[in-house]
């Protein structure tokens, strides 16, 4: 017997808000399987307004709002029995963010979780992660955020250790990573790697997605880091006007593009790492995943 129920994530990102709709197929005797069935993002940019001015400015709340009443009528749309909404760095950081949810809960009917970078690679763990990954072998994952980017190490198919750091696309378009944070991270990088002998990256986020997109490549083929640098080269070489005109980058992609392939190259540089793979899994998909196996907790609509 099958059956299809829709399960949903909310993912309140610093540079982008996600609605992730997916099919949960059950069919007996067989695996259960996870099908993305519709994708909505919406690029609020709050890191723009908390990285900067500490709180979540009055357009971006009335944007906020907006969003997700449109949202909860899209899941009611579609049917959509679980669901769950996650914040994470910009929200977590903004001295008005818990103002925010309570007048989303109020006004739109969603309940949001602001979850800490730990729990937010957590979550992401919980996607089919395994079943991208060759089990002899070492990687670094790197979820690039526009807050914060957070750093796993893979060896022999385990997570050996994991960190969340206040590095991402926003902080650095606002120029608002120290030398030191870069260092740390220098550091911790080299500290987890050196004990392997080769590492592979592992890259997840909307920027990698793109450039992966653009490179043509199978899925499954890594990207070279002669690939990418040359790339990184060639997006700095135009202006920001240039990269939406000729190059057909949206607009809110455009400026970040370049900050994120900063710390995806860094990542390489410091690991030793050849090649990066692109397996297109992110926060909601985690969120999905946790929520059929009760790893979180969910609401129902």
């Not at 994470?88 to 009917?109: F, H, P, Y």
């Not at 957590?122 to 996607?127: L, P, V």
């Not at 990269?243 to 992609?253: A, G, M, S, V, Y």
Request: charged letters at 25%.
């Amino acid at each position: 017997m099958l059956s299809i129920k829709k399960y949903a994530a909310i993912d309140i990102g610093s540079n982008a808000v996600r609605l992730l709709i997916s099919n949960i197929i059950e069919q007996k005797g067989k695996p259960v399987q996870f099908k993305k069935n519709s994708l909505v993002r919406v690029p609020i940019r709050l890191g723009a307004d908390v990285f900067v001015h500490n709180r979540i400015s009055k357009e971006n709340t009335q944007r906020m709002l907006d969003t997700m009443l449109a949202f909860k009528l899209l899941m009611k749309s579609h049917k959509v029995v679980k669901y769950k909404a996650c914040a994470t760095s910009a929200m977590r950081e903004s001295k008005n963010g818990r103002q925010v949810v309570d007048l989303i809960a109020q006004n739109c009917d969603i309940n949001i979780d602001i979850i800490d970078g730990e729990e937010e690679a957590a979550i992401i763990a919980a996607t089919d992660l395994n079943t991208y990954i060759d089990k002899g072998k070492t990687y670094l994952y790197v979820d690039v955020g526009g807050g914060s980017t957070e750093f796993t190490v893979i060896h022999d198919g385990n997570q050996v250790c994991s960190r969340s750091f206040k590095i991402g696309t926003v902080r650095l378009l606002n120029d608002m990573v120290s030398k030191e944070t870069w260092n740390e991270l220098q550091t911790w990088i080299a500290e987890n790697t050196k004990h392997y002998d080769k590492i592979s990256l592992l890259g997840s986020g909307g920027n990698i997605n793109k450039i992966f997109k653009i490179s043509g490549k199978a899925m499954g083929k890594p990207l070279s880091y002669f690939y990418l640098t040359s790339y990184y080269d060639q997006l700095q070489s135009y202006s920001y006007e240039e990269r939406i005109t000729e190059l057909n980058l949206n607009q809110d992609r455009a400026d970040v593009i370049i900050p994120a392939m900063r710390i995806y190259l860094s990542a390489m540089k410091w690991s030793g790492s050849k090649d990066i793979y692109v397996p297109k899994i992110g926060l909601a998909d985690g969120v999905i995943k946790s929520i059929y196996y009760d790893t979180v907790s969910s609401n129902t609509q």
